[in-house]
């Protein structure tokens, strides 16, 4: 999975990539830095009900017209078709779901959480992704705004930008601070197409993790951003 992750560093930065990339190794790096513990929700919570009734739905009749109509479009490259598809497979699975007796359930034999649905993270950059790139998927994200017309780096043009120049281009994935703590939002689903289908309790981490950015990026207004693709 790609993530936009913003990484934010101090305006006074001369060796900016090497800067990211010190902040982005995290205890690799430091391994004598403090990072802080705290609860999040467990992956597992719903994995149940997801998994069976998209078994169950593809098994159907029509999940398998719907799964043919889609195999097409994506033949013909056609994503018109093929957003329209997912959006309606969404819609039945998601009804599905919810009458599902595990929906928003954790999985009683997880192995992180052990079915009490909480686990914990802490704020350690290291072992969040496998690898990763300036701009990537999003390369050029601030080529409008950005008032950092002279970056040595190639790479670094339209990927970099002043924290409050950048504060209504949307939320990132991930803000790592220039003290090197990744934030993360708690990933509930990973596709922004099927958002309008989601209830308001499905929505609430996403809801309170744009406050918590929104929050962040005012706070360092006066720092770079650098615009980073992770994947993990
Ligand atoms: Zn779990």
Not at 144 to 157: A, F, G
Not at 160 to 186: F, M, N, Q, S
Not at 205 to 216: D, I, T
């Amino acid at each position: 999975m790609h993530s936009l992750v913003y990484v934010i560093i101090p305006s006074t930065t001369t060796d900016i990539f090497a800067t990211v990339e010190y902040l982005l190794a995290g205890s690799e790096q430091n391994p004598t830095k403090e990072y802080k513990k705290f609860t999040v929700p467990c992956v597992c919570i719903n994995s149940i009900a997801q998994r069976e009734t998209y078994q169950q739905f593809e098994k159907s009749e029509e999940g398998q017209e719907l799964s043919a109509i889609l195999q097409d479009a994506r033949r013909r490259k056609d994503r018109a078709t093929e957003e329209v598809i997912l959006v309606k497979r969404f819609r039945i699975i998601h009804a599905l779901e919810r009458e599902h007796p595990m929906y928003m359930k954790p999985d009683p034999e997880c192995e992180y959480c052990q079915g009490t649905g909480k686990d914990t993270d802490d704020y350690d950059p290291n072992g969040e992704w496998d690898y990763w790139e300036i701009g990537g998927r999003w390369n050029h994200l601030f080529v409008d705004t950005t008032t950092i017309t002279d970056p040595k780096s190639q790479e670094l043009i339209g990927n970099i930008a002043y924290v409050r120049d950048v504060l209504t281009k949307g939320t990132p994935a991930v803000i790592v601070t220039p003290e090197g703590e990744w934030h993360t939002g708690p990933i509930v689903f990973h596709d922004e197409l099927f958002e309008p289908e989601r209830t308001e309790e499905e929505l609430q981490g996403r809801v309170e993790w744009k406050e918590k950015a929104q929050q962040m990026l005012q706070e360092y207004a006066n720092e770079m951003v650098v615009v980073v693709d992770c994947h993990s």
